[in-house]
């Protein structure tokens, strides 16, 4: 760690005007560009680019290869799978500048997004939502959603271990790692106190 209290690789490159939480890790020729704000015990894999004004919490991990572009953000403990892809315009065009376009994406809290996953622009990605390697998201995605293919389905629910929820005949669901128990109600699913 330096004396900044995150750790940079020397090839990383890091833009004047960002924030960058203690215990953070930027590894090898990444790119945090200006305005950024980087939560605490971050882990920034290589060759990652994180654009202006890119928001991202505590504990998210970044692996290689992905870009979040302008106009994310991710709350805490969210997962983004290599090489994973964020868009910020609908239709762009390199002749025409549409940066006054930029749609907002937000991942929620303790959602995971699958290696190579695009994510178009525009939506919310639900609290502890499962996005599958290689899906399209087109659209929103509920909370403990598990969503796969392209474009993204939605195939089932999981706990927020990551675990696939079989409910019961009273629509409740237990995760067979940590024994929370999770009710699904009206095309929702709630983790039971």
Known sequence: MSDTGYFAHESAIIDDGCTIGCGTKIWHFSHIMRGCAIGRDCNI???????????????????NNVSVYTGVTCEDDVFLGPSAVFTNVINPRSAI?????????????????GANATIVCGHTIGQYALIGAGAVVTKDVKPYALVV?????QT?????????????????????????????????????I
């Open 45 to 63: 894999g290589q060759n990652v680019v994180v654009s202006p004004q890119v928001v991202l919490g505590n504990n998210v991990k970044v692996q």
């Open 97 to 113: 500048a549409r940066k006054d376009q930029y749609r907002p994406t937000v991942v929620k809290r303790g959602a995971s997004i």
């Open 149 to 153: 293919g392209n474009p993204a389905r």
């Open 156 to 192: 089932g629910w999981v706990s927020e271990y990551g675990h696939k929820l079989k409910f019961d005949s009273n629509n409740e669901a237990v995760c067979p790692e940590s024994g929370q128990r999770y009710k699904l109600e009206g095309g929702e699913v709630r983790k039971l």
